[in-house]
């Protein structure tokens, strides 16, 4: 019986590994990283709220600003929201991940 292991070059697994470790991680850094508009942001955030009840008004600052708490640092947006809770308007301010959309600080303001 002939040796299959024999035929192939001992250097083409590793260089298989290695050519698609460097694609992944190339497509990584153009892809996973992008950060997202303000507007889609803004949406997530509301589309969230609005699971707990209708809401009356939002807004949200189209420049990103820096966010650092202790080792997590992130680019976030600033933004609000109004709604209507026991016959009152209550304002929230919000800081959202510029990447994830994730809520990283939540106020109420009234």
Do not use: C, H
């Amino acid at each position: 019986m002939d040796n299959l292991n024999g035929s192939l070059n001992p250097w083409m697994i590793p260089l298989t590994l290695g050519g698609a470790a460097l694609a992944g991680f190339v497509t990584g850094k153009m892809f996973g990283d992008r950060r997202r508009g303000a507007k889609t942001i803004l949406k997530l955030v509301t589309n969230d709220f609005k699971k707990e009840g209708p809401l009356v008004g939002s807004w949200i600052d189209y420049q990103p600003i820096p966010f650092q708490r202790f080792a997590y640092k992130t680019t976030a947006y600033r933004g609000g929201l109004r709604r209507q809770e026991d016959d009152q308007l209550v304002n929230y301010e919000f800081l959202a991940d510029a990447y994830t959309g994730s809520i990283i600080e939540l106020k109420r303001m009234n």
